[in-house]
């Protein structure tokens, strides 16, 4: 994929599939056995760029439409195209060795080294890295980087050359492994993603008691505001082998954030009986976790149709973080201020059971690919809450597929 050097006259290229990189140059060897689990892993991170990036046109001809013409070149949409690539092969991570990569320079085409790896890995990143070298020698110019004279369709369209590129490799090797290592029946991976968000806001009344006695704290309160969040996201990867689950990395968070203020009078002393104060209370936690297991996972098919069904069910996570509460208080019998904070450990939950549905296309029957994106938000109000608009809830489920099988022997 592309990223970006700072530096004022160099832009490096670089390649990533989260596994292990390569040399362009040196032996490579066929692949064989020991290569499948990387070789898997590779088309997964292969299949979840060129999503980004096919998502990424889509907005480039929306960007284009206004101004009737090709969108140049821009940095900021560079580096934003490549953090989204970069986030989404993240979240098909599993345990495995360290990423590395290697880099083309932009001005004058040549490629650096950083790693040495087996030759199957190195034959698919020299793939992906030779459609890029192509480009730039036919765009080169001295003094400046290749790709600044392509528009952004052009630059997000060769990087999907280059990937579609590695994605035609890994296939071919994992098609010519020996047989008692070879992929049988389907194989690939499901992405799954769940977004919980409860946002909630009240105004406090105020109160019409008396002043009768001293105390700490407000006695009349004259009125306020009060804020309440919390959002819980999981996120899961099903790598699928035989039609069955093999592994699932998930991962999960839950955030909570408060706001308070309150404003009244309050009685301090016989000179102070009546003084004006303002409270405020901040309180916020996060935790997260993640983990690798086996969930609950299923493929079927109806031949009577022609349909495919998907289901899963991840499972609950450890989660690690912090909370910490600040409060204050303005005016009244004195200004004053605390703040303190808590180490959290916790569980997360898995997610409720969930399944996607679809049809077989009889032109390629030998591949699903597919995503689904559905939200679950509840009508407020049928659970006993207010629908005055002062509670928001909103739940998003996205789910992405890609399932293959090789055609028998």
Request: with cysteine; proline share 5%; net charge neutral.
């Amino acid at each position: 994929m592309l990223a970006l050097d700072r530096t004022p006259k160099l832009i490096v290229i670089v390649f990533s599939l989260l596994i292990g990189a390569s040399s362009i140059h040196g032996q490579e060897q066929p692949c064989g056995c020991p290569d499948k689990e990387n070789l898997l892993k590779k088309l997964v991170s292969t299949r979840a760029a060129i999503g980004v990036l096919e998502r990424h046109l889509d907005a480039i001809s929306r960007m284009e439409k206004p101004i009737r013409g090709p969108l140049g070149f821009d940095e900021e949409g560079l580096t934003a195209l490549l953090q989204s690539i970069a986030d989404s092969q993240k979240a098909t991570q599993v345990s495995g060795p360290d990423s590395s990569f290697s880099l083309l320079n932009p001005n004058d085409c040549s490629i650096s080294d950083q790693r040495a790896e087996n030759g199957c890995l190195r034959k698919v990143e020299s793939r992906f890295l030779e459609v890029l070298r192509q480009q730039c020698r036919s765009r080169q110019t001295p003094g400046r980087r290749f790709y600044e004279s392509m528009t952004m369709r052009e630059v997000v369209n060769l990087q999907i050359d280059a990937y579609r590129a590695a994605e035609a490799l890994i296939l071919d090797s994992l098609n010519s492994l020996p047989a008692d290592c070879r992929p049988n029946g389907w194989f690939g991976y499901v992405t799954y993603r769940r977004v919980h968000t409860i946002i909630s806001s009240k105004a406090i009344a105020p109160t019409s008691d008396s002043i009768t006695r001293p105390g700490a704290g407000i006695s009349i309160t004259t009125g306020g505001n009060e804020v309440v969040g919390t959002k819980n996201t999981y996120t899961g990867t099903v790598f699928v082998e035989g039609g069955r689950a093999s592994r699932a990395r998930g991962s999960a968070s839950t955030s909570f954030n408060s706001s308070k203020t309150l404003s009244g009078r309050v009685y301090c002393s016989p000179k102070k009986p009546d003084e004006s104060v303002v409270q405020t209370e901040a309180k916020r936690s996060f935790v997260e976790g993640e983990r690798d297991g086996l969930p609950e996972f299923g493929l079927g098919f109806d031949p009577a149709d022609n349909s495919y069904r998907i289901s899963m069910k991840f499972f609950s996570i450890e989660a690690n973080g912090d909370s910490s509460t600040t409060s204050s208080n303005s005016g009244g019998c004195g200004d004053k201020s605390s703040e303190h904070s808590n180490v959290l450990k916790t569980r997360i939950n898995s997610p409720e059971y969930h399944f996607v549905e679809g049809l077989l296309d009889p032109n390629t029957p030998d591949y699903l690919e597919g995503s689904r994106a559905e939200d679950r938000t509840p009508i407020i109000g049928s659970s006993g809450q207010a629908d005055d608009g002062s509670t928001r809830i909103t739940i998003e489920i996205t789910t992405k597929w890609m399932l293959r099988r090789f055609p028998q022997r």
